[in-house]
């Protein structure tokens, strides 16, 4: 994948090894110069899912080291949720996270996107596959993570199902995929941080302290 889409993708395990290949790490990241934007942005993406439950796109047209701040913002805000590790923080977080995730998605479908789409669909551990007819994805997978819609025409027996995969629309498979990264997040968060580095956000998380 190219690094704009790791960008917009920065859960991906492309989007480490990019951040590796370029020798970024987490103390460059806490502490460096060349990450303060990346700092910055890390807390937007809190704030945002805090105060409107949504984290806004940033414009990404200066190249590798701008993919980088943006992946590596991804990276803080999961520090900063796990320093603060509040319950309705870490939903709020998850939710934003994963309504980011759909509204990129519904982007690179519109722009024939589809091969992308689904990479990312397996990296969310979902089974997907592209057709001539569309978008398709296993049954078990889709009632995996569609139980929780409660609208009849997410039931299985209103869906088409062809050698037990389910068709779906682009905007049904994007909502989907929001409920698949939404579970991730809420399993892996908050992190278990060691002592020293939750020390150190704390100005960050409370700055008159």
């Known amino acids: 994948m190219d690094t704009g889409t790791l960008a917009r993708f920065p859960f991906l395990s492309g989007a480490a090894a990019f951040a590796e290949s370029l020798r970024a790490d987490l103390e460059s990241l806490l502490q460096g110069t060349a990450y303060e934007e990346a700092r910055s942005r890390g807390r937007q993406r809190v704030l945002g899912a805090l105060r409107s439950g949504d984290i806004q796109d940033v414009p990404l047209a200066g190249g590798d080291f701008e993919c980088l701040q943006e992946i590596m913002s991804y990276l803080y805000a999961r520090l900063l949720v796990s320093a603060i590790n509040d319950p309705f923080l870490t939903r709020r977080y998850a939710l934003a996270e994963a309504i980011r995730l759909n509204r990129n998605l519904g982007r690179l479908l519109d722009a024939r996107g589809e091969e992308t789409v689904i990479d990312v669909a397996r990296e969310l551990g979902v089974?997907?596959?592209?057709?001539?007819?569309?978008?398709?994805?296993?049954?078990?997978?889709?009632?995996?993570?569609?139980?929780?819609?409660?609208?009849?025409?997410?039931?299985?027996?209103?869906?088409?199902?062809?050698?037990?995969?389910?068709?779906?629309?682009?905007?049904?498979?994007?909502?989907?995929?929001?409920?698949?990264?939404?579970?991730?997040?809420?399993?892996?968060?908050?992190?278990?941080?060691?002592?020293?580095?939750?020390?150190?956000?704390?100005?960050?998380?409370?700055?008159?302290?």
């Open 127 to 209: 089974n997907a596959i592209s057709t001539e007819r569309g978008l398709m994805m296993h049954f078990t997978d889709f009632l995996r993570f569609s139980s929780r819609i409660k609208s009849p025409e997410w039931k299985l027996i209103n869906t088409e199902v062809f050698s037990g995969f389910v068709y779906l629309p682009g905007p049904s498979f994007c909502r989907v995929l929001q409920n698949a990264l939404h579970d991730r997040l809420e399993k892996e968060l908050p992190l278990d941080l060691p002592e020293e580095i939750v020390a150190g956000l704390k100005p960050i998380i409370n700055p008159s302290v």
